[in-house]
């Protein structure tokens, strides 16, 4: 399995970007997938989920409203829209595949990073 993430680069505050995650390698019926952020000298953190079937979607509390998850399951293809960047948005942004809810128990596949700056 790999998972391939796309769309990093850099903004400027309030500004807006989209990020793009494609799974190769199995089907996801059951799974759900998840974007994770690593800001500098932060420790990992959920941003947003979308189950692969339902379509059903978690975000983590201080990011609702702003960014948006969706998924194109023809392509196999997980998004994340992310409008009115700050410069607290700054990380390394993960795709990630697990089975609970906010992969709680654990990441089944993990993908490479894509780095994200937010200028003020």
């Known amino acids: 399995v790999q998972l391939q993430a796309s769309g990093g680069g850099s903004a400027q505050a309030g500004n807006s970007l989209r990020l793009s995650c494609t799974a190769s390698?199995?089907?996801?019926?059951?799974?759900?997938m998840n974007w994770f952020r690593q800001g500098p000298g932060k420790e990992r953190e959920f941003v947003a989920a979308i189950s692969w079937s339902a379509g059903t979607t978690d975000y983590a509390d201080s990011l609702k409203g702003r960014f948006i998850i969706s998924r194109d399951n023809a392509k196999n293809t997980m998004f994340l829209q992310m409008n009115s960047l700050k410069p607290e948005d700054t990380a390394v942004y993960y795709c990630?595949?697990?089975?609970?809810?906010?992969?709680?128990?654990?990441?089944?596949?993990w993908g490479k990073g894509t780095l994200v700056t937010v200028s003020s």
């Open positions: 990630a595949v697990c089975v609970s809810p906010r992969c709680d128990y654990g990441v089944n596949y």
């Open positions: 390698g199995r089907t996801f019926g059951w799974y759900t």
